[in-house]
């Protein structure tokens, strides 16, 4: 503990936990609930000041890397208004319409295409919910299926670059950008396979339709006129592994690319709807954003009184071997990821963790993976579940109304995470193979 401190790291741990699990009790929103928690040890400690809130928060800020947030989220909704969307979303029928419940899968599949450009779960959450929610329940699917799966193929676009997570992760915790994108791919398709299988077996159960074999001829069409729209994930890694551009450069460069198809290419969008996408954006990264810098005065807080260095001396102790630190991780994660957003649960818990997995051999691109993988679930889980809860308001019925689906659902994308932490040479094939020297 800091020589200078009143508070211990106990004593400052509990007020600074149980003052953040208060208000979220209380209903306070996550990024207000981390600032206003950490203003009682700001104000009974006398060698601190309120004013570290602010100071922290800048320099949280200050960081050219957390430009790409913006930016990818303005992608996200430049797809959505600029025809993009549909034009994916029209090859996914031809490829998998006609297997067992035809558009759920197609939900799933537009999810990994949606997730290789956007790169945003939530973004994801509320332009498949108006897609597909109620045109599933018109077709004679269930309604709490029809949002849990909308909600949990969502997740996808945190996993399969490039990726919001994968971008703040490399910012605090110093990891490549380019290793963790191309890490994410084998685990992000592993888990597009498991929700696609999972539909099957709902479908074969539940007797849900499927549309007809497309032609060739149909399905080639629908590629073609998507091509444009899929060359974008291979310009933004491609662009980063060739070292042209750095992650936050390569989300500008989507941002014009988005813009330029919809604007030029396709001809969907107008100017008043460029402007409708850029104000919608500038919501949510406020938002997101601003959650970032009240975590970034909450790890602060914890750095000050060492409770981190006090909670790993603990565990240590306990000799877990490199599986068992690798289920530890993702335990953590998956615990954390259900009360706060994702990107305070990097700047919190993944800072503290990181010196665990380097003493255990975790190599830290799987160290991310695992973690982000973990933090995908607390997208679908109460009570935070964000995704499940955008799915929940565009079917506008209540969260509980399709736990039970969503539960099931991750089940096979938990298998997966089980999976690459038994296995943790497993994400860092695709790096090994394509770009060695980014794990090094």
């Not at 040890?41 to 430009?67: A, G």
């Not at 450069?249 to 396709?266: K, Q, T």
Request: proline share 6%; net charge positive.
């Amino acid at each position: 503990m800091n020589s200078a401190a009143v508070l211990t790291s106990g004593s400052a741990a509990w007020v600074l936990f149980g003052t953040f699990f208060l208000l979220l009790v209380l209903r306070v929103p996550v990024a207000f609930a981390l600032g206003l928690a950490s203003l009682p040890v700001l104000i009974i400690e006398p060698r601190l000041s309120p004013m570290v809130i602010f100071n922290e928060m800048f320099k949280s800020y200050n960081s050219f890397i957390l430009l790409s947030v913006p930016f990818f989220l303005l992608t996200a909704n430049l797809m959505n208004v600029g025809g993009i969307t549909d034009r994916l979303m029209r090859m996914s029928r031809a490829l998998v319409g006609h297997f067992p419940g035809g558009l759920a899968q197609i939900n799933v599949l537009l999810s990994v295409f949606f997730a290789g450009i956007s790169g945003s779960s939530t973004a994801d959450a509320a332009s498949q919910g108006k897609l597909f929610i109620e045109a599933q329940v018109k077709e004679g699917y269930d309604l709490s299926f029809s949002i849990a799966i909308t909600a949990v193929s969502a997740v996808l676009a945190v996993i399969i670059p490039p990726s919001i997570l994968m971008v703040v992760w490399g910012g605090v915790i110093s990891t490549s950008i380019g290793a963790m994108y191309l890490a994410g791919v084998l685990p992000g398709l592993l888990i597009g396979l498991a929700q696609m299988a999972t539909v099957h077996a709902y479908a074969k159960r539940r007797n849900y339709p499927v549309y007809p074999r497309s032609t060739f001829k149909e399905i080639v069409k629908s590629t073609l006129t998507s091509i444009p729209a899929l060359l974008t994930p291979l310009i933004i890694v491609g662009g980063i592994l060739a070292g042209w551009f750095t992650a936050t450069e390569s989300a500008a460069i989507a941002v014009l690319y988005a813009a330029g198809l919809s604007l030029f290419y396709y001809r969907e969008m107008n100017l008043k709807q460029l402007y409708q996408a850029i104000v919608e954006t500038g919501k949510l990264s406020g938002v997101a954003l601003f959650c970032v810098g009240t975590a970034s005065v909450f790890g602060w807080l914890l750095a000050y009184y060492q409770i981190p260095k006090a909670v790993l001396a603990g565990v240590q102790g306990w000799d877990l071997g490199l599986m068992g630190t690798g289920f530890l991780i993702a335990a953590a994660f998956l615990v954390v990821g259900c009360f706060l957003d994702a990107i305070p649960a990097i700047i919190i818990v993944g800072t503290t963790l990181q010196p665990l997995a380097a003493a255990a051999g975790l190599h830290p691109v799987s160290f991310a993976i695992i973690g982000i993988v973990a933090l995908a679930f607390g997208l679908v889980t109460p009570p935070y579940g964000m995704c499940l809860m955008i799915s929940c308001a565009v079917a506008k019925v209540p969260l509980k109304y399709a736990i039970k689906d969503t539960m099931i659902m991750l089940v096979p994308m938990l298998l997966v995470l089980v999976l690459i932490i038994v296995f943790p040479e497993l994400p860092l094939l695709l790096p090994r193979w394509v770009s060695p020297d980014l794990l090094k």
